[in-house]
């Protein structure tokens, strides 16, 4: 009778050590992208908030005004970072009008702080990638290693080396390391790519805190 070399046949006849290796990689493989999904969408929505704050925050309002409008439900990171450095900014000046010293440091202490956090937000699940694109091949080798090795013991076991007898172990082995590339190669792209982007928005808050900063302490100096 002719061998059914499909993927489902290939797996039923794996042993139970193979199996739980192809089940643990197919799960690596969803989380991943999971993650991948999510993190596009997340991304996405963070360049979008930050462009609809950035012209909101350069359209002339005055930032007092500009503040009350968000400080009770800031969207988007820009504008948690704007609403820290803002809330410091209040917090700094006495009853009589006058500012506490060090109000500059603590402006930027502040929104570095609110940076950390959603860098921090940002950053969530890439470790996740990076873990199943540096362990996933492996992890598919130990199962084909493992595989080939009851393989030969069948053969021994039979003493017959046709390759009709061979061929079917030794494809349910290979299936392991094949879902291990599976999972390992868009984890590797998509982290490399996902941790870029992750930058370049981070990048983004730290300037806005820069330039916010710079405005701060010409209000402080004048």
């Keep these: 009778m002719e061998a059914d070399f499909s993927m489902w046949a290939l797996f039923a006849r794996a042993t139970i050590t193979v199996k739980l290796v192809m089940i643990m990689l197919i799960v690596a493989s969803g989380w991943a992208w999971a993650i991948i999904i999510n993190k596009i969408i997340q991304y996405r929505r963070a360049r979008s908030q930050a462009a609809k704050f950035d012209r909101a925050f350069w359209s002339g309002e005055p930032l007092d005004e500009l503040f009350e409008e968000i400080k009770d439900a800031p969207q988007g990171a820009s504008e948690i970072i704007f609403a820290s450095g803002m809330m410091e900014w209040r917090r700094s000046h006495k009853q009589d009008g006058g500012l506490i010293a060090g109000a500059q ?69 290979l299936l392991a390391t094949g879902l291990g590339l599976l999972a390992a190669i868009p984890a590797v792209i998509f982290y490399n790519k996902l941790s870029a982007d992750s930058d370049r928005i981070i990048a983004g808050y730290e300037a806005f805190a820069d330039e916010f900063g710079t405005i701060m302490s010409r209000q402080l100096d004048s």
């Design 105 to 173: 440091a603590r402006i930027d202490r502040s929104m570095d702080v609110a940076i950390a956090k959603q860098a921090e937000v940002l950053q969530k699940g890439l470790p996740v990638l990076a873990t199943v694109g540096s362990t996933a091949p492996f992890v598919g080798l130990f199962g084909t290693v493992w595989g080939i090795m009851n393989a030969f013991i069948e053969i021994a076991e039979q003493q017959n080396t046709n390759l009709a007898v061979v061929a079917p172990g030794i494809a349910e082995a």
